[in-house]
């Protein structure tokens, strides 16, 4: 229906199989549309797992389902049906939870607390159980099949699957980390996520990769935004399925932990600026940096103003040079700011300091760095310390298009 | 450059003279455009001042000027500059406010802390004071002329002028209340406004219409938005003249406390409503009815929610019945909100009760409703008592053509 974003990356990665993880992809037909939209993944015995959820009070009973799972720190089994999201569904969203997990437990002879499930598209329509069962009976069924192709099967109104690989070296052992992630409307995860997976050989603890996943959280998918709607069923899950034979990592001191939890970040903002890449409408990346501010979450807070500003975002979309609209965002983020301190910087070329336009303010190095497709801003409060980078897309016609006639 | 918003007033309301209230315009020509841009107002002395400003940290030298001048409570006139905001120009822009105050205190012979002046259009361009003053100067010979002129010389990016009158009986005597405001976009006031001024000729004491302004503010302007984006300069100020003759209201047990408060609560509903009528692009105007909160105040939080959702926005845009989204606003909110007590109308349908579909929803009255240009939503969280209503407009292709190419 979408043409692919422009800010699509080129190709997929190599991506490298992880022992333990085997996908499965299959057509549920939560729509009328002819593709796999349920995604199986099984997981040997033994992985740990952890997770980051929704902050919404309005979460969907796939949430809840993983919230709990997930204090057993155990996984068998993952699977993702896109097309629906079953949230605000009532006793019948909760019986189709159970029931899929009741399906799986029984065929890998596991707990259903070792099932997690995921479910994106629409809010307020039940998940058909008896779609969902079939879909699962076939995916059973099926051959194997690649990372891309279960990218692909969880996307809804993405336009590129999103694959990302890092790797880390613990003791003698290098220990490979895959992510598969999709967007690409309602992103405003804010200490949470939309629909994230990442799966790596490495043996760790549950207590702390959930350590490790929710600090690379903190940097990565509470950093971006696409349109500052906080979705009712964000879920990231990390599944370690021990493979690799290391040593396993259970605490900071570890050998091995700092290169995982390096290799973590860096694969959860990969897989963050993926989204980003295909927010809806997306045209541009912009990437939003705050120094100066009086305190880290301070410097956050602020970059997200501006990440969510519509003034600024359509600015960006015209490649308008209006600056005065991150001053605007700076001024109605509830932050500590005082006006003739900000400076403000677009790419290279400095545009404010000390309250006011630099002197001699030319801005045509500043309208040829709007023409790429790469945007950078940058803030400095002259406060304090604080440092924090946002990242967010532009606000176009693309996604009035995609958003006045989603459903229909 | 855009044509009139299709949710205009059919006219303008028959609008009486104020005594002691003079309008004068003229063209400075902050912009190339031929149109008037600067509105002077003179008031008779003895007039009483109250206002509301913006909360942004990077409020402009207009806002830092009429917040010291409404200490003492007396005006003798006002300045409206049209095109250019004066935000973020640093002691150029200081320069310019100061200016223009010294410039009417000599000619009224007043001091130019009873000089009130306001500025709106781009942010970080300082306001050329040679313009303000020869504009100033055509407007002291200029004849008196309409509210309407005044309100249209007040416009940026409105597509049409804003009156609305109100009356109250004091007494023996009736006094009236007439104001004028603009829009259009970075509309998101929160404790504030943009520029909004309200003029009466009845006595009140400074620090009573004080107190009355900031309740009516609480009640309509901090209720709406449009982009959810915060100006630099927004004001309201609100003059009484005195010429009714009344008794002087200065505490609520005065006779006609009561009858002015909801004259002015009328007047500022109005105004606002006036705003979101030409929310830029919009093409529905949007009442968020919020019941059964656990405050007023969370109830507000979870309207302002929803009215800045862009979702939500361009699902009306689409005239889409997708009230998932109004569950993920509500959600994302912050506020107490549990799933399974949420209930949801559109205009007199209810759609969700319980935490899922109504039994046997039937989307055609929604259908219906939401093809109209007047929608009402209605969300009710089942928890307490809280209420509070929010209005705002569509998210629409509109938006964005304004938007990405204003400057240029």
């Avoid at 797992?49 to 009973?61: L, N």
């Avoid at 590129?160 to 070296?169: D, E, G, I, L, S």
């Avoid at 997976?197 to 350590?211: E, K, N, R, Y």
Wanted: charged share 20%.
């Amino acid at each position: 229906m979408t043409d692919r974003s422009p800010l699509a990356p080129a190709a997929l990665p190599d991506t490298p199989e992880i022992a333990g993880v085997t996908r499965r992809v299959a057509r549920a037909r939560y729509k009328t549309w002819d593709r796999c939209d349920l995604t199986y993944v099984e997981l040997a015995p033994g992985t740990s797992v952890a997770g980051v959820t929704t902050q919404s009070k309005c979460a969907s009973p796939e949430v809840d389902w993983c919230r709990a799972a997930l204090v057993l720190g155990q996984a068998r089994a993952l699977v993702v049906n896109a097309g629906n999201s079953n949230a605000f569904t009532g006793n019948r969203g909760r019986h189709a939870v159970e029931g899929i997990a009741a399906q799986v437990a029984q065929h890998l002879g596991c707990q259903p607390s070792d099932v997690f499930v995921a479910s994106t598209g629409v809010i307020g329509v039940p998940l058909p159980l008896d779609k969902a069962e079939a879909g699962l009976a076939a995916a059973f069924a099926a051959e194997p099949c690649s990372w891309q192709a279960a990218a692909e099967t969880i996307m809804t109104t993405d336009t590129f699957a999103k694959v990302a690989v890092t790797r880390a070296t613990i003791g003698e052992r290098t220990v490979s980390l895959v992510g598969i992630i999709k967007g690409s409307g309602m992103i405003a995860p804010d200490m949470a996520t939309m629909l994230g997976f990442v799966f790596t050989d490495a043996a760790i603890d549950p207590a702390w990769l959930q350590a490790a996943l929710s600090a690379a959280n903190r940097r990565s998918f509470s950093c971006i935004t696409v349109d500052s709607d906080t979705s009712t069923s964000d879920t990231v899950l990390a599944f370690a399925t021990g493979a690799a034979g290391n040593a396993p990592i259970g605490s900071d001191d570890d050998p091995g932990a700092d290169a995982f939890r390096a290799a973590l970040d860096d694969l959860c903002l990969q897989l963050a600026h993926l989204v980003v890449r295909d927010g809806e409408g997306a045209t541009k990346f912009i990437r939003i940096d705050v120094t100066g501010a009086e305190s880290d979450d301070s410097a956050h807070r602020i970059g997200m103003s501006i990440a969510n500003s519509p003034l600024v975002k359509t600015a960006i979309a015209g490649e308008d040079a209006n600056w005065g609209r991150v001053v605007m965002a700076v001024g109605k983020a509830g932050e500590p700011a005082e006006r003739d301190k900000l400076a403000i910087r677009f790419g290279e070329t400095q545009v404010a300091r000390d309250g006011l336009a630099v002197e001699g303010y030319d801005e045509a190095p500043v309208a040829a760095h709007l023409k790429g497709s790469e945007i950078e801003i940058g803030v400095d409060l002259g406060l304090g310390d604080g440092r924090a980078t946002a990242w967010t897309c532009d606000l176009t016609h693309g996604y009035i298009s995609i958003n006045a006639d989603y459903r229909s």
